[in-house]
């Protein structure tokens, strides 16, 4: 399945396949922060270090969030603070996890195992593709978030076509917002083999 995202709204078409419009293809695996290397173009800072990378993605993701709702761009900011106050609470069994690689790996590398947002994003369901704020991909079925504290026409939508949507109200923006999301969002670095990273150059295609 392929989600369009980072749209307010759709062209002529809505194939969720049309190539023109930038979109996640997801499948049996979780769409992860680094499931796919970040875009070349996106990648405008030069330091290597961790904080720096973070800083890149999340400006990244922000520029997906469209110019006129700065909640979305709230809601970037509180899940990446939220995932390394995570990380930091559990550091002690990520680095007894980690300790056989003598270093290699630090209980923060995790953080690219986190579910990845896609923000303005359009859910296929029922014939049609339906926008969240939002969305995540589990490895089984999607994940609407909306920022929202009440219902609203397109939860319920979302919710009739079967959509599982998570509702986030404004003021728990500025909290850790992981205790409102199912607990897969928490426990993403678990059942996972090694940290790795979104900043990769991707293999070119070989000619046939």
Not at 3 to 14: F, M, N, S
Not at 175 to 202: C, V
Request: charged share 25%; proline share 9%.
């Amino acid at each position: 399945m392929r989600i369009p995202y980072g749209l307010d709204r759709l062209p002529r078409t809505t194939d969720a396949n049309d190539p023109r419009l930038p979109g996640a293809v997801v499948g049996a695996d979780k769409l992860r922060l680094n499931s796919e290397p970040l875009p070349q173009d996106a990648v405008t800072l030069t330091s290597t270090d961790h904080a720096t990378r973070i800083e890149t993605i999340r400006r990244w993701l922000g520029g997906l969030c469209g110019d006129y709702n700065p909640n979305r761009q709230r809601f970037i900011d509180a899940y990446f603070r939220s995932i390394i106050t995570h990380l930091n609470a559990y550091g002690d069994e990520l680095i007894e996890r980690l300790g056989q690689y003598d270093g290699l790996f630090l209980p923060q590398d995790w953080l690219w195992s986190a579910l990845r947002p896609l923000p303005r994003a359009w859910l296929p369901a029922d014939g049609k593709l339906l926008a969240c704020d939002f969305a995540f991909w589990d490895g089984e079925h999607p994940i609407a978030v909306e920022l929202t504290a009440q219902e609203t026409e397109r939860t319920h939508a979302l919710r009739a076509a079967g959509v599982e949507v998570q509702c986030i109200a404004s003021g728990m923006l500025d909290r850790d917002i992981l205790g409102a999301l199912p607990d897969g969002f928490r426990w993403f670095w678990r059942g996972e083999d090694l940290p790795s990273s979104p900043f990769r150059r991707p293999f070119p295609d070989l000619p046939a």
